[in-house]
Every structure is written in structure tokens, then in C-alpha cells.
């Protein structure tokens, strides 16, 4: 019997997702379907099953985790631990499970054993009871939208295209030929779960017939192969809201992947992907502007126009004296804001110094140039 976790390759903090994640991967490479009279990969698929089965139950797997800890499954301490054998467990102790304060009789241990395989300690019986495959919910899935930055702050509704497993039409997800129905499974008698004798307890497995379902599928739907799912190309509509930011995730609920065996579905995560813009920049709730300014604009001061999102203009007014990269705010002309409300507009002046000038023009700066302090006369200090 091995570790669960190295079996499914997962970390023993892995969460519930992750387990499930890696039991799907798993059970789809060593499936029997796709490995057709391969033994190992059956007894793979059935160890798969079985570390799932534990581990995505909680109280079985604080239960296998505490009888790990204990040393049960050939990992203790003092190298003890036991392994099931034809007549009992071999190199068993019952002092081991005297550590760390535990306590345990052998009707508990039964009773920890019980839970987590399905099987009475001492019992030799070759039913056990199990239980068939549970609903599960389907995956959530996600997909990307692009809008302009215009929609982004305006607001759109947008067709995103999602190509993922769905309910098969044909069969209405019962996997079964139209006319006909799943039969309760022979080998399992609709447990879903197998008993293997191995001395001192049972251990139940899922079933290799009906593959832990319970039921057995004599006629497959031609269109899903008995699957009950089909791929599809789904279109929804989403709606994407005034002053949504790049990156932006929007849930649509019950528009993921499928549900097996009666379960919901899972979620569609559309994330909303918004252009760049020429003019603006975001930053928050606020939207960033260079405007270019003359350099008599920004020493006399003057008002000048600016453009703001939508199409609109705002008259700026700029100090006399403002220097290059001064920001100037305009309130209630940025992005809109989720939660009601404007951010603000900012923006950001540049001197405009020209690359070529006129006789008349040097001239002028010539002499302004001569009645204007050196501005490198007290920059410098000592240098």
C-alpha cells in the first residue's frame, strides 16, 4: 500500500482542488478505455481511484494522515509499521499506536481502518460497503475578452466564444443509446466498489467493470461514446461595465464545464483584456494626459484646451512659471468608477522647444537670453 499522495503527485498540504485536478489527469492516462488489455495501467487506475477516494474525503483524510503519522502504512519511527499479508499484518506493533499521547485499541483501529477502505478489521468478508460515484460539480473554466479602451470606459456588452465538454444533446448526459438505460452493475451489484480479501481486513475498490459508478452502459450513445459529454463551441453574452480595468475578472455562474453524473455545473471566468489608447493612460480610477505647452506658454502662463475621454474638451489653465512635467488635475473627468462616481484627469505638461527657428526668433531669444539670470550661477555650488 503506498503513500495516496505520491500516488496522485501531490503535496500532502495540496488542496481539494488540486487533488481533484491531479486524480482527473491521472485517471485519464491509465483509463482501461485507453489502455485496452494493459494490466498495469488497470492496477494503476485502481490505485488512482482509491488515494481519491480517501483523500477527497475530509474525515478520511485526517484519518489516513493521522494512521500515516502513526507509522501505519510502513513509515514509523522506529521502522515498524505493517503491511496487509495473507495471515494478518507483517511486522505489526500495537506499542506504535501508544505515541505522541494516542491512544488506540484494535476496535479502533478497526474503526479508523473501516472508514477509510471500506472494510471491518478481523472480517473476511468479501462485500464491503461502499458507495457509488457521488455528482461532481463540473470545472470552471475561463476565457479572455479584448475591448477598446473607449468600451472599457463606457461599458459593452461583447459574444465571447467558449469551446469546452457539454451535456450531450442526443442523450441528454446519460451516456446510454436513446431507447435504452445504464444497468445496475453485475460485478459490484450497484456499490461501485469491489472487496480484495487481504487478511486481516477487506479492502474495497472501486469497482474495474462499472469503474466506481455503479451502473454499466450495455448500449453507448453513438454521439458521445457513452461519455454523456460532447465538445461544443458556446457563445455568451457578457456584459462589461463602464470603467472596468485591464485584467478585470467577470464570473458568469453555471457556464463552466459539464457536471458528471448529475452534478452542477462549473463557472465561466471571463477576463477582460482593454486595449492601449493613444491619448490616455490609466492609473486607478484616474486617466493620465501629456499636453505639449510653448515656453512662453509656460513662463507667462496661459489657458490652453485638452482633450478628455468621449470626445470632449476642457479648458487648462497653466501657472505662470510651470516647469516641464507638472501635473495639473481636472476633477471628475477620468474613468468612471465601479462603485459610482469620476476619477480625475491628469495632466501632465511638456515644454515644446522647437527644433528649428527663424532669423527674427533667435534674435528675440538673443536678447531675452541677455536679461535673464544664469540659471547655472547657484546650481553648481563650489564646482
Do not use: W
Given at each position: 500500500?503506498?503513500?495516496?499522495y505520491q500516488?496522485?503527485?501531490v503535496?500532502k498540504?495540496a488542496?481539494?482542488?488540486e487533488?481533484?485536478?491531479?486524480?482527473r489527469?491521472?485517471?485519464?492516462q491509465?483509463h482501461?478505455d485507453?489502455?485496452?488489455?494493459?494490466?498495469?495501467?488497470e492496477?494503476k487506475?485502481?490505485?488512482?481511484n482509491q488515494?481519491?477516494?480517501t483523500?477527497?474525503?475530509?474525515?478520511?483524510?485526517?484519518?489516513?494522515?493521522?494512521?500515516?503519522?502513526l507509522?501505519?502504512?510502513?513509515a514509523?519511527?522506529?521502522g515498524g509499521?505493517?503491511?496487509?499479508?495473507?495471515?494478518g499484518f507483517?511486522?505489526?506493533d500495537p506499542?506504535?499506536?501508544?505515541?505522541?499521547?494516542?491512544n488506540?485499541?484494535?476496535?479502533?483501529l478497526?474503526d479508523l481502518?473501516?472508514?477509510?477502505f471500506?472494510g471491518a478489521a478481523?472480517?473476511?468478508?468479501?462485500?464491503?460497503?461502499?458507495?457509488?460515484a457521488?455528482?461532481e460539480?463540473?470545472a470552471?473554466?475561463?476565457?479572455e475578452?479584448?475591448v477598446s479602451?473607449?468600451?472599457?470606459?463606457?461599458?459593452?456588452t461583447v459574444r465571447?466564444?467558449v469551446?469546452?465538454?457539454?451535456?450531450?444533446?442526443a442523450c441528454?448526459?446519460t451516456g446510454a443509446e436513446?431507447g435504452t438505460?445504464?444497468?445496475?452493475?453485475p460485478d459490484c451489484e450497484?456499490?461501485g466498489v469491489?472487496?480484495?480479501?487481504q487478511?486481516?481486513f477487506a479492502l474495497?475498490?472501486p469497482?474495474p467493470?462499472c469503474?466506481?459508478n455503479?451502473?454499466v452502459?450495455?448500449h453507448?450513445?453513438?454521439?458521445?461514446g457513452?461519455s454523456g459529454?460532447?465538445q461544443?463551441t458556446?457563445?455568451?453574452?457578457?456584459?462589461v461595465?463602464p470603467?472596468?480595468?485591464?485584467g478585470?475578472r467577470?464570473?458568469i455562474?453555471?457556464?463552466?464545464e459539464?457536471?458528471?453524473?448529475g452534478?452542477p455545473?462549473g463557472?465561466?471566468?471571463?477576463v477582460?483584456?482593454?486595449?492601449?489608447?493613444?491619448?490616455?493612460q490609466r492609473?486607478g480610477?484616474?486617466?493620465?494626459l501629456?499636453?505639449?505647452i510653448t515656453m512662453?506658454?509656460?513662463a507667462l502662463?496661459?489657458?490652453?484646451?485638452?482633450?478628455?475621454?468621449g470626445?470632449?474638451?476642457?479648458?487648462?489653465?497653466?501657472?505662470?512659471?510651470s516647469r516641464d512635467g507638472?501635473t495639473?488635475?481636472v476633477?471628475?473627468?477620468?474613468a468612471p468608477k465601479i462603485?459610482?462616481?469620476q476619477?480625475?484627469?491628469?495632466?501632465r505638461?511638456?515644454?515644446a522647444?522647437p527644433?528649428k527657428?527663424?532669423?527674427e526668433?533667435?534674435?528675440?531669444l538673443?536678447k531675452?537670453?541677455?536679461t535673464l539670470?544664469?540659471?547655472?550661477?547657484?546650481?553648481f555650488?563650489?564646482?
Amino acid at each position: 500500500m503506498g503513500d495516496f499522495y505520491q500516488t496522485l503527485g501531490v503535496a500532502k498540504t495540496a488542496s481539494q482542488d488540486e487533488i481533484k485536478k491531479a486524480f482527473r489527469k491521472l485517471a485519464r492516462q491509465c483509463h482501461p478505455d485507453k489502455n485496452p488489455g494493459d494490466k498495469a495501467a488497470e492496477e494503476k487506475f485502481k490505485e488512482v481511484n482509491q488515494a481519491y477516494e480517501t483523500l477527497c474525503d475530509p474525515t478520511k483524510r485526517k484519518q489516513y494522515d493521522e494512521l500515516s503519522r502513526l507509522g501505519a502504512f510502513g513509515a514509523g519511527s522506529g521502522g515498524g509499521g505493517f503491511r496487509p499479508g495473507q495471515g494478518g499484518f507483517q511486522g505489526f506493533d500495537p506499542r506504535m499506536f501508544q505515541q505522541g499521547g494516542a491512544n488506540f485499541e484494535m476496535g479502533d483501529l478497526g474503526d479508523l481502518l473501516s472508514g477509510l477502505f471500506g472494510g471491518a478489521a478481523g472480517s473476511r468478508r468479501a462485500g464491503a460497503r461502499g458507495r457509488r460515484a457521488a455528482a461532481e460539480r463540473g470545472a470552471d473554466l475561463q476565457a479572455e475578452v479584448r475591448v477598446s479602451f473607449e468600451d472599457s470606459l463606457r461599458g459593452a456588452t461583447v459574444r465571447v466564444p467558449v469551446e469546452k465538454p457539454d451535456t450531450c444533446e442526443a442523450c441528454h448526459g446519460t451516456g446510454a443509446e436513446a431507447g435504452t438505460t445504464a444497468k445496475i452493475c453485475p460485478d459490484c451489484e450497484g456499490r461501485g466498489v469491489v472487496a480484495q480479501n487481504q487478511g486481516f481486513f477487506a479492502l474495497s475498490q472501486p469497482c474495474p467493470r462499472c469503474l466506481g459508478n455503479g451502473t454499466v452502459i450495455e448500449h453507448p450513445c453513438p454521439s458521445c461514446g457513452g461519455s454523456g459529454l460532447v465538445q461544443k463551441t458556446r457563445r455568451y453574452s457578457v456584459k462589461v461595465p463602464p470603467g472596468v480595468k485591464d485584467g478585470t475578472r467577470i464570473r458568469i455562474k453555471g457556464k463552466g464545464e459539464a457536471g458528471q453524473r448529475g452534478g452542477p455545473a462549473g463557472d465561466l471566468f471571463v477576463v477582460v483584456r482593454v486595449a492601449a489608447d493613444d491619448l490616455f493612460q490609466r492609473r486607478g480610477d484616474d486617466l493620465v494626459l501629456e499636453a505639449p505647452i510653448t515656453m512662453s506658454e509656460a513662463a507667462l502662463g496661459a489657458k490652453v484646451k485638452v482633450p478628455t475621454p468621449g470626445g470632449g474638451h476642457v479648458s487648462l489653465k497653466v501657472p505662470a512659471g510651470s516647469r516641464d512635467g507638472r501635473t495639473l488635475r481636472v476633477r471628475g473627468k477620468g474613468a468612471p468608477k465601479i462603485k459610482g462616481g469620476q476619477g480625475d484627469l491628469l495632466v501632465r505638461v511638456r515644454i515644446a522647444v522647437p527644433d528649428k527657428l527663424t532669423k527674427e526668433q533667435k534674435d528675440l531669444l538673443e536678447k531675452l537670453g541677455k536679461t535673464l539670470v544664469d540659471p547655472r550661477a547657484n546650481a553648481f555650488g563650489r564646482a
